[in-house]
């Protein structure tokens, strides 16, 4: 039985669980809502994510909610299935390792970079206003700061726990929308980090 | 070899790790901070968080941070080494639903609840400024919508994931202090199912033994 995955492939959560699904080998059929504004429906609400958000993973009858916990379902039941990528590696410290890298995503890459987004891709397309100059200035400093952390913890490494996981894949979304949005110097200027990012994008 | 656990008990994502290690049955060796401003030191930025936040766990040589990775793997390593309780379901369906949940808490309870608590205990203990309504009112009206979907995911069942797991653990912290130190423990009691659940919690051991060191901490230390 086929994973459908509802959600927009433009939005960071269901790319990161787009992203997961092909590194795992993993057939799935994507469903896009009817609309933004169809996600407060009570259907939605009910059978899809309480909290009216995306993505939504179905596995046969099975259901599970938020992107992060969705990868780590999908590696702990597929990863080694279809092919030999690892995202969560067996041993149970490297694997504490691996989660503690995905809460310093969420903790603290992924905050500046939200706000960047949302100042320079929602204000203008959905709020018709201009972005807030003052907020994307801060945002890129709080960024800049937390990347002078990832160019420390990156040292000697090729990925943020040595090999390749999914705390080197959840980065993924947000970074590809903010490097390409004319921040790019924040990761280019730093060599370790620079590298890192190259070799993410290489990834088929 | 001990547990070191370098933090400050009443400190909400370190009590969430004391609350772990204590429903695992482990022994452990808190370790205070000398300070808050130590947090930034270059010595703890280097060997212990390198964001200057707490907690940090010490298993032997094994260094981890971050307060849902640390319950995972303390978790993963120990579930049912020193007793039965099981904080995450071997079922991969079920651990699925209580990372879920965890998510849930990370996403939409523990903002609001942050903000209540930053206004009411934070803001006039150590920053001298006083408690801004406006906030408080906003974040009141925010945390009572997710009440009210938590209402729903509680509807016929004792814990979020129908047995108690990891997913409840980990909102026990800030739903303390916003429930018992401040006045807005009606935004449960005015919910059934989220009442009892609350209840319930509050009942286990390790959650009522993990409060009371965390309530003796502030005590002790008025000037921390």
Redesign the interface.
Known sequence: MTIRLVGVSASYPTLRVIICLKELGLPYELEPPASYQSLKDEDYIANKH??GKTPVLFDGD?R???S???C??LA??YQGKHNDTILIPND??K???V??F???E???YDPPLLKIVYQKKFVKNFLNKDPDPEIIKQAHEELAK?LD?YE??LEGKEYLNGEYSLADLVHCPGTYCVYGAGHSDLWDSRPNVKNWWNRLCNRD
């Open positions: 309480p909290f099975f599970i909610t938020e992060r916990a969705i780590r379902y702990s039941k149970v410290h694997a504490g390792l989660d503690q995905i809460s310093y969420l903790s603290y937390v952390v420390k913890l």
